[in-house]
């Protein structure tokens, strides 16, 4: 089916009531990871970018200070990467910016190939919000590319984006912010967080998405409602992690039938990324942990070693430095680094083929009409207003 815009997967969430899972991946085994997963249970596939995640791919360890640049070699290599193994991927697949910083992070990915993104202006002023983003939908809408704005501020800590406490979103200011932008879909806060500590037993306020796709319906507005922050953190892989010399402490993530009832609230796209850096922490601790000449290896050792002096960290990017030609490239140079990739790839597909069945995307493949950049370029054309 190929690689599309984020729009029509969105189109048939809304229609069938499901929950599509949107998974980040931070280097090329990743991203063929959660394509394979999805094929297996034919489901729809949205692969995630992160603003710094591009500049990760992009060759800059510390990602935290990536340039420009760095995030344009990244986004492209990505892109390449998802385009290898999505163009022939028998479902369709997005590649998606997940929190683009302003206009040139997003400029940037869609010039490297990306197929939908997200404008995070949610931290601005609302009209300059408003401005920003109408601004990102012209240059994406153009390109047949979607787009994903926020209204409303996550608590916790992801990458660049961070807050310590949540505002919640305005149903009325979500129909404005949908007439005055143009956005295909919106990023609300109603209590999920980012990170991995998001407090036990969180109730998400599930009348907010309600509240604003009965407006939208009401309104004739179309246009798909995301939750971010809404990784499960699954205990038994956080008590695996430190039972093999990990150190994570006060992790809990939204629970799955909370989630489940908030697909049934009118959220369609779910975004996970902690949940797979700690199934891929924890199969590299394995790892390890059963094969001891891995751990003095010549390629692959000093990723155990960083580990052992990071016991409280569960981002692979934190680990995976020694091997960037493979994070970038996909090159698999020797069997210690084969062994560690098909490690990762293992963590990647528990994770998030989990979740392809828990949010119900399984089997809804065939219900998304997979029209081409191309095509989409047209409809926002015509749809203008």
């Not at 069938?16 to 394509?35: P, R």
């Amino acid at each position: 089916m190929g690689m599309i815009s984020l729009a029509p997967i969105i189109e048939a969430s809304n229609k069938y009531c499901y929950g599509q899972g949107a998974f980040n991946v931070n280097a090329v085994a990743q991203a063929k990871a959660v394509i394979e997963i999805h094929e297996i249970f034919h489901s729809p596939a949205v692969l995630q970018g992160a603003d710094l995640a591009n500049g990760f791919m992009g060759g800059c360890k510390d990602f935290t200070k990536a340039t420009l640049e760095d995030k344009k070699r990244g986004a492209k290599l990505i892109a390449d990467a998802v385009r290898k193994y999505g163009e022939q991927a028998s479902v369709p697949v997005v590649l998606h910016l997940d929190h683009g910083r302003d206009f040139e992070s997003c400029k940037a990915a869609i010039d490297g190939g990306y197929t939908s993104v997200m404008i995070d202006g949610s931290s601005l002023e609302y009209n300059e919000n408003v401005e920003l983003t109408r601004e990102v939908v012209k240059y994406a809408h153009a390109r047949g590319v979607s787009v994903e704005g926020e209204l409303g501020v996550l608590a916790g800590v992801e990458d660049h984006v961070s807050s310590e406490n949540s505002t919640y979103t305005n149903p009325m200011k979500a129909i404005d912010f949908f007439r005055k932008t143009q956005v295909d879909a919106l990023a609300i806060s109603y209590g999920t967080m980012h990170g991995a500590s998001k407090g036990k037993n969180v109730k998400l306020r599930k009348q907010i998405p309600l509240a604003i796709k009965e407006c939208m319906q009401h309104e004739g507005i179309k246009g798909g409602l995301v939750s971010h922050g809404s990784s499960t953190v699954p205990g038994y892989i956080v008590e695996e992690i430190n039972s093999l010399g990990g150190d994570i402490k006060d992790a809990y993530g939204i629970s799955m039938p909370e989630l489940q009832e908030a697909i049934q609230c009118g959220i369609n796209k779910i975004n996970v990324d902690t949940d797979i850096r700690l199934a891929v922490t924890r199969n590299f601790r394995e790892l390890f942990h059963a094969n001891e000449a891995l751990k003095n290896s010549e390629y692959v050792g000093e990723i155990y070693r960083l580990m052992e002096m990071n016991k409280n960290v569960f981002d692979p990017r934190a680990f995976l430095t020694p091997v960037m030609d493979t994070v970038m490239y996909g090159n698999i140079p020797n069997e210690d680094v084969r062994t560690l990739i098909n490690a990762m790839e293992r963590g990647v597909k528990e994770a998030a083929g989990a979740l392809i069945i828990q949010f119900g995307s399984f089997g809804k493949a065939h219900l998304v009409d997979c029209r081409s950049l191309e095509e989409m370029k047209e409809f926002y054309k015509e749809n203008e207003k």
